[in-house]
């Protein structure tokens, strides 16, 4: 009798077991889905990153790639958002971007979601929320927030340790990172794969510039920052030196020789395209980040930072208005719009001509949704 | 790799589940359940 | 609600169920996770619960394989053989006999990076030759324990420094010297302290009472087969990637442990699994509970206020900090220290030499695979020599590790002058 309550009693716990991973799967579920995005008029063609790369068919690593312009030649700028999909500002970036851009001259191609499969999990221990949503005029658009690494149920199990392309040692976890994958392989794991695609369209596009867009925490050295590769040194600091005239203060930093696998390395170096990477400081992905809440996304507001800047620990000021998403992506849209205008200088014989591109000035005083499509819209 | 990693899950996870039958005290068996989620959803593809 | 207040209601929660209700750890890690989870307004919040402990999937897994491995090495006889060998070789000479097991105990943590591959590998094998030789149970525990800590920190692969330099984007170069410094004398140090005392020289006579039975005359040399399969691929992957596949841990365990059904005595690999997760079920269930418990600490804000109020300490409270901070954290895991308070750490003491303040917080965060409840290297240790309280263990790593982590603060300390030297 006692054993057949025992197993009664084992069978429950099992059943209990079964019906916990039952209700946290529509959860898990949720995350793979993808939110739509609405490209504006201006869209040329709306590829598959895997017609760069076949080996990317039918994985969770392909993604849609956004082009625009190149009726009339001139430029091609490659942008890229979503590389880590735990920095807002560097996705929401590019999709105001593909939703409201035109190109008369050159060609600009935008990867909104550059690691797709990292959009589809949340990282173990950092406690996300699943996205935010941001305000348009038709009604609310929600966006994921996802993880830094590729998904594991896609990429697994991580080595010991990561020896990435470029030959630099890691931690085995950063190879589910696609900001260490570069110049990627053709026959290597799922995000050394999205790594190799991506240097293919920029060598058979045959990028002139192009640009990482990211974020980092606000105790992280560099912060507010353009790195630049050697390529782009000249048109960095010009860059610079005009987004300081319209009130942006950024640093430059050279993209460092012995720190391989990074996209402001690697594009340099194996396609001899000017490569820059943004950055703007986020404290919802930082260590010393509060409570998860929509407000640390959206509003940037947390008291840990307020109080570490008093103490000197972080790379940007940080006080209890916070740096909200909006002025997070008002700095990525000045940063492009003047280092395409700066290639416009230095390249006049490969100009770039961009219209409907959202001003900084207007996206910080009206806000992100003003500039996005309402959720409705076919 | 991953397919290897899988069949070691599901190794494991069978395992579990005869361990949780095969006890006897209760807290342990809790145990079990509760380390037998992760196995479950990393099995189905879940998280 | 503060945050302070549900951190503290968390553990006040976690306090009486393990210690008043007598739960087990695990189960009352998993509980107090879900209590502050109710309290800071999150619900049940089990999607958070559930992802928590997924921080510890692959670790479990490597757990649960280097588990069975063991037991396929005792019950084929390759464990006994094995201390036979070392026996014969070394017990005429104590001073070589400890150093040598050091090493022995050291070379998987140095290969891999990680403590509990040390102890249940290596370990295992030098246990039963400790003991033979006349060194209690709980000091060849705690000589284990503080081995693999040790090799964990040793160089090549140091993951607490790559993780740390991963956080500030600090190649993994130029560590190999910085990390000898610390790890040398405490390797030294810790074995003769542990050992020299209490280790007897025996007479050949004597030694061929307590040698265990060798099986080599039964089965020749293909009972080794599983260790040097199971060492080399775990050295291949790491010294000659390429050449040799990285398989990972949890598969190189299991080749090995298939390996073993053939090589040694008869064994059937069912009813082994299930010893080694009945054994290792306590530990599993911890991480869970621990990875719980982190996740909602992260989502309330209770993780954000701990490492800011560590931060926030003026300048020589900061070194202070540290000490305490960085080895308490690894009550979590030595990896999730480096990672959460050690990137910070370091930011915070950006204007010295980054090399040597990330190898110093290394040896001071590897101290965390000690701190109970969950004490990796502790808890491990005390299952291979076979001592029920780990706690037992761990009172004699406390010497070792406090001269461990007096070594890291004074490397911490005197990095501008070491910078020099160097």
């Known amino acids: 009798m006692k054993c057949l309550k025992d197993r009664l009693i084992s069978g429950l716990l099992l059943l209990l077991s079964l019906a916990l991973c039952f209700f946290s799967t529509q959860k898990f579920r949720e995350q793979h889905k993808k939110e739509t995005l609405f490209p504006s008029e201006g869209l040329a063609s709306r590829e598959m990153l895997s017609s760069y790369f076949p080996g990317l068919i039918d994985t969770p690593g392909d993604t849609e790639v956004y082009i625009y312009g190149g009726q009339n030649p001139g430029g091609n700028i490659l942008i890229l958002g979503g590389a880590h999909p735990n920095e807002p500002a560097g996705y929401v970036t590019a999709v105001i971007l593909i939703e409201n851009i035109q190109v008369s001259q050159g060609k600009i191609i935008v990867i909104p979601r550059a690691n797709n499969s990292g959009f589809t999990h949340s990282e173990p221990q950092e406690g996300n929320l699943r996205g935010y949503s941001l305000e348009t005029p038709g009604g609310k658009r929600f966006f994921r927030f996802g993880s830094r690494l590729t998904n594991p149920i896609h990429q697994w199990p991580d080595p010991t340790l990561y020896i990435n392309p470029s030959g630099q040692k890691l931690s085995g976890q950063e190879s589910r990172n696609l900001n260490r994958c570069y110049p990627g392989k053709p026959k290597g794991h799922l995000t050394e794969k999205i790594a190799f695609a991506i240097m293919e369209i920029i060598k058979k596009e045959k990028i002139d510039l192009a640009i990482d867009l990211h974020e980092a925490a606000p105790e992280y050295p560099v912060v507010n920052a353009i790195v630049f590769h050697e390529n782009s040194a000249e048109l960095a600091s010009y860059s610079l030196m005009e987004l300081q005239q319209i009130g942006f203060e950024f640093r430059l930093e050279l993209s460092p020789n012995n720190l391989r696998g990074l996209s402001h390395r690697e594009w340099g170096d194996h396609a001899q395209v000017m490569a820059i990477l943004l950055e703007t400081a986020n404290p919802s992905q930082g260590r010393l980040k509060g409570k998860s809440s929509l407000s640390l996304i959206i509003e940037g507001k947390d008291r840990n930072y307020s109080k570490a800047a008093k103490f000197g620990l972080l790379f940007v000021p940080f006080d209890s208005e916070g740096i909200p998403v909006k002025l997070r992506v008002a700095r990525h849209l000045a940063a492009i719009k003047i280092l395409l205008s700066s290639f416009n200088e230095l390249n006049p014989e490969k100009r770039i001509e961009v219209n409907h591109m959202p001003s900084s000035s207007q996206v910080k005083l009206k806000g992100i949704g003003q500039f996005l499509c309402p959720p409705y819209r076919k | 790799m991953f397919i290897v990693y899988h069949l070691i899950v599901f190794y494991l996870a069978s395992h579990f589940i005869w361990y949780l039958f095969r006890e006897n005290e209760f807290w342990k068996r809790v145990s079990v359940a509760l380390v037998l989620i992760m196995f479950f959803l990393r099995l189905f593809l879940i998280k | ?422």
């Not at chain 3, 089990?46 to 670790?59: A, P, Q, R």
């Not at chain 3, 040390?118 to 003991?131: D, E, F, Q, Y």
Request: hydrophobic share 60%; glycine share 10%.
């Open chain 3, 1 to 422: 609600m503060s945050e302070a207040a549900i951190f503290l209601f968390m553990i006040a929660t976690f306090a009486l169920l393990a210690m008043v209700l007598k739960l087990p750890i695990g189960v009352s890690l998993v509980f107090s996770a879900l209590a502050g989870s109710l309290l800071g307004g999150e619900g049940a919040a089990l999607h958070h619960l559930v992802e928590g402990s997924f921080g510890y999937f692959d670790t479990i897994l490597i757990i649960v394989t280097a588990m069975i491995f063991m037991k396929v090495l005792q019950e084929s006889g390759i464990l006994d053989t094995v201390t036979a060998l070392l026996l014969k070789s070394f017990y005429r000479r104590k001073v070589a006999l400890l150093l040598t097991v050091m090493a022995l105990v050291m070379f998987p943590g140095m290969i891999t990076g990680s403590s509990t591959t040390a102890v249940l590998s290596t370990g295992a094998l030098v246990a039963p030759v400790l003991m033979k030789m006349g060194l209690s149970r709980v000091k060849t525990g705690a000589l284990i324990a503080m081995g693999a800590i040790l090799g964990m920190i040793a160089p090549p692969v140091n993951i607490l420094v790559m993780i740390m330099g991963g956080g500030v984007d600090m190649p993994y170069v130029g560590f190999t010297f910085p990390l000898l410094i610390i790890v040398i004398p405490l390797a030294v140090s810790t074995s003769l302290w542990l050992g020299y005392k209490n280790i007897k020289i025996i007479e050949y006579n004597q030694m061929k009472e307590v040698l265990p039975e060798s099986f080599f005359k039964n089965y020749g040399f293909r009972l080794y087969l599983p260790l040097i399969i199971v060492i080399g691929l775990l050295l291949g992957q790491s010294l000659m990637p390429g050449i040799i596949p990285d398989i990972g841990i949890p598969a190189i365990f299991l080749l090995g442990s298939f390996l073993g059904i053939f090589c040694g005595k008869p064994l059937n690999i069912l009813k082994t699994t299930q010893k080694a997760i009945e054994e290792s079920m306590p530990i599993l269930c911890i991480l869970v509970g621990v990875g719980m418990f982190i996740q909602i600490m992260t989502l309330t804000g209770a993780r954000g206020w701990i490492v800011t109020s560590f931060l926030s300490f003026p300048p020589l409270l900061l070194y202070l900090g540290i000490a305490t901070s960085m080895p308490l954290f690894g009550a979590v895991s030595a990896f999730g220290s480096a990672s959460i308070l050690g990137v910070p750490f370091i930011l915070a003491m950006i204007d010295k030499n980054a090399i040597l303040t990330s190898s110093a917080l290394s040896a001071v965060a590897g101290l965390g695979d000690l701190m109970p409840p969950t004490a990796l290297a502790g808890i491990f240790a005390a299952q291979v020599v076979g001592e029920a309280n780990y706690f037992r263990v761990l009172r004699f790593c406390l010497m070792p590790a406090l001269f461990e982590l007096v070594i890291g603060m004074a490397v911490l300390l005197f990095a501008p002058l070491l910078d020099k030297l160097i």
